[in-house]
């Protein structure tokens, strides 16, 4: 076993609000505080992909960085780039744009695209100091 | 004669949007950050006073006090906030991160002991994009 991890750093930035449509706004603006206000906010996101498997031994790549970009770009950056997430994305239509929620839908658009003997984690921060990772 | 820096931070939504021209105009000029529905940021704000330090304490200003200052009457109105929308010290202008350093600027003067000087609003959008502003 000779596993190695790569990672990619990309970023994007976009507005969100957190709410629960099933409640009412007192009870939102007490679980979300100032993320819930009505007229939005908004985050600079900085994704890192990580990617962990054997390197190839034809190219010695866990996975090509520069594919691993193209395809973060494509899947992420091209749907959450300066967007709102609750009101211009499918993703969020109907989930609430935590950073948990984000992360896991990132991590199913990329999956899909990555060989399968590869392990895949992201981790998003929100703010330099907020952070998730998915999967834990 | 020493400068002093406190550094603050925010995130907000906003869009550039010039009412006065068509929307193809304004995609032209502004690209994706005239998304209709906003985008946002993780602002970082370095506020830097400048004085000769206070023989008694060996301080320029108290930096808690500065950070009170700042907090009070910047990061108050602007944190968790839609700046086009909700701040009243940037209606009816361009929430421009250039003119939201000197909408800062303008918020702050007033607040500040006269012993010591505002010398700069370093203001970063992104954490690669920054502004600063002197007064002048």
Known sequence: ?136 | MVYLTRNEHFNAAHKLYNPAWTREKNDEVFGKCANENWHGHNYDLFVTVKGAPDPDTGFVFDVKKLSDIIKRHVIEKLDHRNLNVDVDFMRDKFCSTENLAMGIWNELLPHLPARVKLHCIKLYETPRIYVEYFGE
């Open chain 1, 1 to 136: 076993m000779s596993r190695v991890a790569v990672f990619r750093k990309e970023h994007f930035n976009a507005a969100h609000r957190l709410f629960n449509p099933d409640w009412d706004d007192a009870l939102n603006e007490q679980v979300f505080g100032k993320c819930a206000l009505p007229n939005y906010h908004g985050h600079n996101y900085e994704l890192e992909v990580k990617v962990t498997g054997e390197p190839d031994p034809r190219t010695g790549f866990v996975m090509d960085l520069k594919l691993l970009s193209d395809l973060v770009r494509r899947e992420v950056h091209s749907r959450f780039d300066h967007k709102n997430l609750n009101l211009d994305t499918e993703e969020f239509r109907n989930l609430n744009p935590t950073a948990e929620n984000i992360a896991k839908v990132i991590y199913g658009l990329l999956r899909p695209h990555i060989a399968q003997e590869k392990d895949l984690q992201v981790r998003l921060y929100e703010t330099p100091r907020n952070f998730v990772e998915y999967p834990a």
